[in-house]
């Protein structure tokens, strides 16, 4: 009687397909072809690659299962079938056939799908039988639409997850179905972003949280929920083992998920604010259960302070970047990888510091008094013990010395980043990282009173900028280049200034000090047409419109070029040659302002000057011709 039934519950299984089977079928013929077939059509001779053990695992559990006569015998051989597909499908493939055994874990659950449909429309089972076939069944269609989206089938992976949804929806105040139901709403939210669909997605991340708020308020804390890599055949025996993952572990678990996704979700979509808020919660939620990678946290709990420091947040900022080093500084930095971590942590507390002295500075400038910052309202890590915290300031310095405690904490943190991020391999971060060193002594520079140490600090930018500038190909690093050397054009702009001003202070300037003077805007002269240089086409035409991110800077570059023309110190014939070279510049600028007005108000105030200036040095260029002449009749 049994094997008779054996063969009938057989027999029917093979009747009954899936909505999905007839597909899958086709593609698993698909991939066989392509492994058997060679680039030009004829039968491979190679050996076929060895079967993972997860795939023999997965025969043996699919052969017992096949066995059994009613639904009780089954579900635990389903369960081993279960975990075995998911193993599978987790298994490397070979490159030519990468989803091959997905394709064999998907194919193996759907048959356990359709013995579910089997044994309820057979086996004639009460109540409650049938209605816990019912929730087996909705979580086999999970992880086959999970497995579709992991192929790219997203039609598929929505049809299956859908079907698993109108199940689970309706049972969601159970324990046995909640953290199911979350994981669809979770997986559903996953395919939709992958569609670029983000406030399609943003609803199920939305309804998987609210429900594990719903879920929380109205059930008992004690009772089970199902672990999402097994089918709870026995919702008693899972409450009588409380070491299991049987209990609430599973559903807090997907829920930090839930978190996680919402927080990325929320970025794509443009809503930084929410998108840090979800972020610090995952993080949060997953250093209070343990259940995290160290490196990977600190450097999370590090991006997510860059957020709080363009708020100007400065005290959640530094509590993340202080929190990301304590936990870092416990991982000793044994690979490259682990050492870029190290390293990109390093450059967040730059930035920081690099911020905080920039905004005392034009505080300073302005005369407005810093604003207080409130360290209680800081979200923190509960658990987490920061002793070294409150020794990093917060609120803007309103001295050279606190404003040198910015600069030295800062310089120290750059020390540590260009340890790891050398000019050889980290270009892009090695540049980064002497960018904001030069800015570091920028900013000190306001600071100071002494115009000999303002000198020095310029000098020393322009020497980090210079030797990294050198030894880069603009063929290879055209914007890199760029960059650098209009900062280096600016810097020696600036240290011609505090030149200036040294010796209107001494009432004085020697010929040396004119010479220096002349060199130090002949070379800003030099920097700036560098960068103008960059801006041509391969033919080394000027363009006629430049682009948007780069005009403004173009115009500004030719404006500072006519005023460094203007403030150089030499005898007459080279005076009238720069003077008219100056109004050449100025004229450029008017020139494109005019034949550009929508973009006059980027540079109104340079293209009034230059409107203003130019007969002004037309003149006296004039005045200046007319005394040559003069001295040339008179010899």
């Known amino acids: 009687r049994n094997r008779k039934q054996r063969g009938l519950v057989a027999q029917k299984a093979k009747a009954i397909d899936s909505p999905f089977s007839w597909q899958k079928k086709l593609k698993m013929a698909t991939v066989v072809e392509e492994v058997e077939e060679t680039a030009g059509g004829e039968a491979t ?18 052969q017992e299962a096949s066995t059994c006569p009613s639904y009780e015998e089954w579900l635990p051989k389903a369960t081993t079938a279960l975990r075995a597909a998911l193993a599978l499908s987790n298994e490397e493939a070979p490159e030519k056939t990468p989803f091959v055994h997905k394709y064999v874990a998907r194919q193996s659950l759907e048959m356990l799908v359709a013995t579910t449909h089997v044994f309820q429309t057979t086996d004639s089972p009460d109540e409650t039988t049938s209605e816990h076939i019912t929730v087996t069944r909705a979580f086999l269609l999970y992880h086959v ?32 179905c909640i953290v199911y139901y979350l994981a669809v709403l979770n997986q559903l939210g996953i395919l939709w972003a992958g569609r670029m669909e983000h406030k399609k997605a943003l609803e199920y991340f939305d309804a998987a949280a609210s429900e594990f708020t719903k879920f929380k308020s109205s059930t008992d804390a004690s ?37 996680f996704y919402l927080a990325q979700c929320y970025g794509q979509t443009g809503d930084g604010a929410k998108s840090a808020q979800y972020a610090h919660i995952t993080l949060r939620r997953q250093f209070e259960t343990n259940r995290f990678e160290p490196m990977e946290w600190a450097t999370h709990c590090a991006a997510i302070a860059q957020y709080y420091l363009s708020k100007r947040d400065y005290a959640q900022s530094r509590h993340c970047l202080a929190s990301a080093s304590k936990v870092s500084g416990e991982c000793e930095a044994t690979t490259e990888e682990e050492r870029e971590q190290h390293a990109a942590i390093a450059i967040c507390w730059v930035k920081y510091f690099v911020q905080l002295l920039q905004e005392s500075g034009e505080l300073l400038q302005l005369n407005e008094k810093p604003k207080q910052c409130d360290t209680d309202k800081v979200v923190r890590f509960e658990s987490l013990e920061l002793p070294d915290e409150n020794e990093c300031p917060v609120t803007h310095a309103t001295s050279y010395d606190e404003a040198l405690q910015l600069f030295l904490r800062g310089q120290r943190w750059v020390n540590k980043a260009l340890a790891v991020y050398t000019l050889d391999g980290h270009v892009s971060h090695h540049v980064t990282c002497t960018q904001d060193w030069s800015a570091l002594y920028k900013y000190l520079v306001v600071f100071e009173k002494d115009l000999d140490k303002c000198s020095k600090m310029t000098k020393k930018r322009i020497d980090l900028l210079t030797n990294v500038v050198d030894q880069l190909s603009p063929q290879y690093y055209l914007l890199i280049c760029r960059q650098l050397d209009w900062e280096i054009a600016q810097a020696y702009a600036e240290l011609a200034t505090f030149k200036e001003e040294r010796a209107k202070v001494r009432n004085r300037a020697s010929k040396q000090d004119i010479a220096k003077m002349n060199r130090l805007r002949m070379s800003a002269k030099q920097f700036y047409e560098k960068f103008l240089d960059s801006l041509k086409s391969n033919t080394g035409e000027v363009p006629d419109k430049y682009e948007a991110e780069v005009d403004r800077p173009a115009m500004v570059a030719h404006f500072w070029i006519a005023r460094m023309l203007t403030k150089l110190v030499v005898p007459p014939p080279e005076h009238l040659k720069a003077l008219r070279e100056s109004v050449e510049h100025y004229k450029t600028i008017i020139a494109y302002c005019e034949k550009h007005e929508d973009f006059k108000p980027k540079v109104q105030e340079e293209y009034d000057i230059s409107k203003e200036i130019v007969p002004l040095l037309v003149a006296k260029a004039d005045a200046i011709q007319s005394g040559i002449q003069k001295n040339l009749s008179s010899c």
Not at 165 to 175: G, M, V
């Open 45 to 62: 001779a190679e050996a076929p690659a060895p079967q993972p053990e997860s795939a023999n695992e997965l025969t043996k559990a699919m």
């Open 145 to 176: 639409g999970c497995i579709c989206v992991e192929v790219e089938e997203l039609a598929d992976g929505e049809q299956a997850l859908n079907a698993s949804l109108t199940t689970l929806k309706a049972k969601a105040a159970l324990p046995r």
């Open 223 to 259: 009772e089970p929920t199902c672990d999402l890599k097994s089918l709870v055949a026995d919702q008693n025996a899972a409450a009588q083992d409380p070491s299991t993952e049987n209990f609430l572990g599973p559903l807090e678990e997907e829920h930090t998920q839930t978190s």
